[in-house]
């Protein structure tokens, strides 16, 4: 490949892509980049919010039926689906002994089950039409470490689950030409953690752990998440890649 076509490498032109939790966060940069690299996008959200040009779907990820409706209406709109990120979640931060079992089916529902859900019915289309795709999971530093600033053992057991699953289904459907991949992000600047975004203290806690020294923005997940999601990345798969500022490496 020459220097002068690598550019088209990240290109998306003519792809379907869709994206859970699309309206915040890491899902809403993910869109953005998609769509600037040429995708067709597709939010799929519990509330889809107005605003950016591209279509939305009303979707609890977590509720089998309503998943399997929102992917078959993908395909009936646009007639493939190249592209799945997978990007909603949710955290209940409790310590262990405090967490109900409410609470724990609660984040296991949405992280874990939606997470699978997703990846199923997005594999679906992508069989049956014959066609390679991709799928990019997002799962954290706390699936790769038990460490963290506080206790969160639900979010923690869910993403390190997400890691597991992404090498089991990148196994599973290479065969099809199906590439599962996923990013372990650090603590990154979105409403998802607004609650200690608010603590002075704790943010240079968080920024002295990480060697470059401060939190990722929205944007720095969201390009890892498009490099996985695109031809550059066309020997990829199963792999889990941190976007972290070094956090794990120490």
């Not at 939010?43 to 979707?59: K, S, Y």
């Not at 953690?193 to 923005?217: C, F, K, N, W």
Request: charged share 20%; hydrophobic share 50%; net charge negative.
């Amino acid at each position: 490949m020459s220097a002068t076509n690598l550019p088209m490498l990240f290109r998306l032109d003519g792809t379907v892509a869709a994206v859970t939790g699309g309206d915040s966060g890491i899902g809403q940069a993910s869109v953005r980049a998609l769509a600037e690299a040429g995708a067709t996008v597709v939010v799929l959200d519990r509330a889809p919010q107005e605003g950016e040009a591209v279509e939305r779907i009303t979707v609890d990820v977590a509720d089998a039926e309503a998943v399997r409706a929102a992917f078959d209406a993908i395909a009936a709109r646009h007639g493939r689906l190249d592209i799945l990120v997978n990007s909603a979640g949710t955290a209940i931060r409790k310590p262990a002994l405090d967490v109900s079992v409410e609470d724990w089916n609660t984040v296991v529902a949405v992280n874990m089950t939606g997470s699978f859900l997703c990846a199923r019915e997005a594999a679906r289309l992508m069989i049956a039409a014959g066609r390679p795709g991709a799928i990019v999971n997002v799962a954290s530093i706390m699936g790769l470490s038990g460490g963290g600033l506080y206790p969160n053992i639900s979010y923690q057991t869910t993403k390190g689950a997400i890691v597991n699953m992404t090498r089991a289904l990148a196994v599973e459907w290479a065969p099809n030409g199906i590439r599962v991949n996923a990013v372990a992000p650090t603590y990154v600047r979105t409403p998802f953690i607004r609650s200690l975004l608010d603590q002075p203290e704790l943010m240079r806690r968080i920024e002295e752990m990480t060697p470059l020294r401060r939190l990722a923005d929205p944007e720095d997940i969201a390009a890892a998440i498009l490099y996985l999601a695109s031809p550059a990345a066309a020997m990829v798969t199963g792999h889990t890649l941190p976007v972290d500022g070094g956090f794990l490496a120490q």
